[in-house]
Every structure is written in structure tokens, then in C-alpha cells.
């Protein structure tokens, strides 16, 4: 009777371990072939890095800015396209400056840094505190220190808030003009 209920059990479990090794060999092919997706380049650029850290250096060889992103896909004109990255810019008097956003370019000649969608500036003005500006779009043009953008912009400092549309800073000199329809509010 033993050898009976063993033999039962022994052949009733074969269902279930049939389930878990098809479940898992799909997990596995699953994870493969996304695998082998995400290797493969994008079309046009000539390579990409996922999880990156970029430097780069100013005319005078001292650190400019450097970039940590999701993604980097580089083409061969010698542009960048970059995806959730976060932007440190050694900027003059205030500090570091951390610019975030969800996508950003490099043009081919370098010279300057496009920003798009939810971009959030913070940086440390000095005798003002912590300054954070928001706004859909921006250049930065690093060797200058100016960041310039049509857009609405929205820029909070200890004690107010600052709207506007469009906006030029010079972030190395601690000057930020705004275009037109300037609001300010105070808090006292």
C-alpha cells in the first residue's frame, strides 16, 4: 500500500513539474530575446551606452560639465541624443549647477547643450540661496555659462516666485534677464 500512494504521488506531481519547467524555459527565452533587444543599436547611430557618465572639458582643460544618463546614442555627424540625464555644470561663483531632463542633444559642432521636456535647474546663487528654475526647453551653452529658452519659466528662490516667458542667464556672472510677462510673487 505504501509503494502504492508513493507511486501516485510521484506521478501526480509530474503535471506541476511540467508546469514550473515551461514556466520558467519562457521566463528565461523571454529575458533572452529582451536582452538581445536592447543590444542591438538604433538606426542611424554608430553606438550607444546605456547608464552613462560623460565629461567634458572646457577650453582651459578643467572639468566643464558631466552628464549621467539613461541613454546616449551617438551618430556619426558627431551629435549625441540623450535620455533621462542629469547635467552638473561648474558654474563661476554659484557652484555646481544640476540640470535635469527627460531628453537632451549635443548638435555636431558642441558647442552647446538642447534640453526638452520637465527641465528642472538647481543651483546656489551666492548671498541668495538655493535658486531652481523650471521649464519645458533649454539651451545651455557651456563655455559662456549662458542658458537661453523661449519658454514659460518658472523660477523659485527663498522668499519668491518668478514667472515668466523666455529667459536668458548668464549663470557664470549671476545674471538671469526674462523676456516678457513677468510675475513676481513675494512671500514676507
Not at 528654475?133 to 529658452?149: A, C, H, N, R, Y
Request: no cysteine; hydrophobic share 40%.
Amino acid at each position: 500500500m505504501f509503494d502504492r500512494l508513493t507511486l501516485i504521488l510521484n506521478w501526480s506531481l509530474i503535471p506541476l513539474l511540467i508546469i514550473g519547467i515551461t514556466v520558467t524555459l519562457s521566463l528565461q527565452l523571454e529575458e533572452t530575446s529582451e536582452k538581445s533587444e536592447r543590444s542591438a543599436p538604433p538606426e542611424r547611430a554608430d553606438y550607444f551606452i546605456r547608464g552613462a557618465r560623460l565629461s567634458t572639458l572646457g577650453l582651459n582643460g578643467k572639468l566643464l560639465y558631466q552628464i549621467q544618463a539613461e541613454e546616449i546614442l551617438h551618430y556619426p555627424d558627431r551629435s549625441a541624443a540623450m535620455t533621462d540625464m542629469t547635467l552638473h555644470y561648474q558654474g563661476g561663483s554659484a557652484g555646481i549647477w544640476q540640470l535635469h531632463a527627460g531628453s537632451g542633444r549635443i548638435p555636431p559642432d558642441g558647442g552647446k547643450l538642447e534640453l526638452q521636456g520637465d527641465v528642472v535647474i538647481r543651483g546656489q546663487r551666492p548671498n541668495e540661496g538655493i535658486t531652481q528654475m523650471k521649464m519645458s526647453e533649454v539651451q545651455l551653452f557651456p563655455e559662456k555659462g549662458i542658458l537661453l529658452t523661449e519658454s514659460a519659466v518658472s523660477i523659485i528662490e527663498p522668499g519668491s516666485l518668478i514667472t515668466a516667458v523666455g529667459m536668458e542667464a548668464d549663470i557664470l556672472r549671476d545674471i538671469i534677464s526674462l523676456s516678457k510677462d513677468v510675475q513676481v510673487q513675494y512671500a514676507w
